[in-house]
């Protein structure tokens, strides 16, 4: 593939240079842009071509770019709005370190195919964790590093909520360092409905975006909001119009990748350091989670999911 992208570049770039050298072309005002847009489109090829070796373990998820320096990364199983299986948690946990590396893309956008962000873990995944103690470490493992990764990465990165966000896919969705959302989207934490401790980032951010009284309504009662209920309260930075959300991610991205980009990227990181410092919380809340799959109130709550009814949860508790 690296032979590839280099026969490309001389050939293309050897293309764009007898092109502006040439004569009859130099003074006119149509060549010089049609010359402009040329090298613009050979860029991001060869970052389509370059994406293909370093990104080409993660097949669960969908990567394009839709703007020169801006990799989009999509939940694609619309078919179960974009449910989280155990291969794509692992590969969204690890694809955060590749694009910390990448030196060719300056913003994030993430999205959800069809109707929905993401629905959260599948059933197969829940059910797993509820019947294996293996399952259940790897899981709390790699909820622990999706944070610490998304955290942790040097790229700003902005959500595009559309429809039903919950769960494990409502990570990135809420820890984005710009989170939109369309007027129809529906955000739900949802652990204590399936009968678990509120983990992912429930602990993490959501009393420093929304207040930490909004944050216990929401997480202890799973509550959904509506995109203009959670700008209101701080749990996202815009609202915006369905028709607009992507757009209005794309503008904000591609401000953030023509910008300056050590200042951009050290104030996240210093802004970030406010989360950083809730990780014991985050850690405690995690481990509760996964403590709380190993009970009985885990399996009546996906047994209620899979009967779609309401969970019949057991009244007397030793705590």
């Given at each position: 593939m690296n032979s590839v992208i280099l026969c490309l570049e001389k050939w293309t770039w050897g293309a764009v240079h007898m092109i502006?050298?040439?004569?009859?072309?130099?003074?006119?005002?149509?060549?010089?842009?049609?010359?402009?847009?040329?090298?613009?489109?050979?860029?991001?090829?060869?970052?389509?071509?370059?994406?293909?070796?370093?990104?080409?373990?993660?097949?669960?998820?969908?990567?394009?770019?839709?703007?020169?320096?801006?990799?989009?990364?999509?939940?694609?199983?619309?078919?179960?709005?974009?449910?989280?299986?155990?291969?794509?948690?692992?590969?969204?946990?690890?694809?955060?370190?590749?694009?910390?590396?990448?030196?060719?893309?300056?913003?994030?956008?993430?999205?959800?195919?069809?109707?929905?962000?993401?629905?959260?873990?599948?059933?197969?995944?829940?059910?797993?964790?509820?019947?294996?103690?293996?399952?259940?470490?790897?899981?709390?493992?790699?909820?622990?590093?999706?944070?610490?990764?998304?955290?942790?990465?040097?790229?700003?990165?902005?959500?595009?909520?559309?429809?039903?966000?919950?769960?494990?896919?409502?990570?990135?969705?809420?820890?984005?360092?710009?989170?939109?959302?369309?007027?129809?989207?529906?955000?739900?934490?949802?652990?204590?409905?399936?009968?678990?401790?509120?983990?992912?980032?429930?602990?993490?951010?959501?009393p420093l975006l929304c207040g930490l009284a909004k944050a216990k309504y929401y997480l202890l009662t799973c509550k959904p909001l509506s995109g203009e209920e959670a700008e209101r309260i701080g749990l996202v930075s815009l609202c915006v119009e369905d028709s607009d959300l992507q757009k209005t991610a794309l503008d904000v991205a591609e401000d953030l990748s023509n910008g300056a980009q050590s200042a951009i990227r050290w104030t996240k990181y210093a802004l970030n350091n406010w989360l950083r410092v809730n990780g014991p919380l985050f850690d405690t809340s995690t481990a509760l989670e996964m403590l709380g799959f190993a009970g009985e109130e885990a399996r009546e709550g996906l047994t209620s999911l899979l009967e779609k009814r309401e969970p019949i949860f057991p009244q007397d508790c030793p705590l």
């Open positions: 502006a050298g040439h004569n009859s072309f130099s003074g006119s005002g149509l060549w010089q842009f049609r010359l402009r847009k040329l090298e613009g489109n050979i860029t991001l090829l060869q970052e389509k071509l370059k994406m293909s070796d370093r990104y080409a373990a993660y097949s669960r998820l969908t990567l394009d770019y839709p703007s020169k320096r801006i990799l989009r990364l999509t939940f694609n199983r619309p078919e179960t709005y974009n449910s989280v299986d155990a291969e794509t948690h692992t590969q969204l946990t690890n694809i955060w370190r590749d694009i910390n590396a990448d030196p060719n893309i300056n913003a994030v956008i993430v999205t959800g195919a069809g109707k929905a962000f993401s629905a959260g873990g599948d059933f197969e995944l829940i059910k797993s964790v509820l019947e294996s103690s293996v399952a259940r470490m790897a899981t709390w493992k790699e909820a622990k590093d999706l944070v610490y990764n998304v955290i942790n990465c040097n790229k700003p990165i902005i959500s595009a909520i559309n429809g039903v966000a919950v769960g494990a896919g409502l990570v990135v969705g809420i820890l984005a360092d710009v989170s939109i959302a369309g007027k129809s989207a529906r955000i739900v934490d949802g652990h204590t409905r399936l009968g678990v401790a509120a983990g992912d980032v429930a602990c993490i951010i959501w």
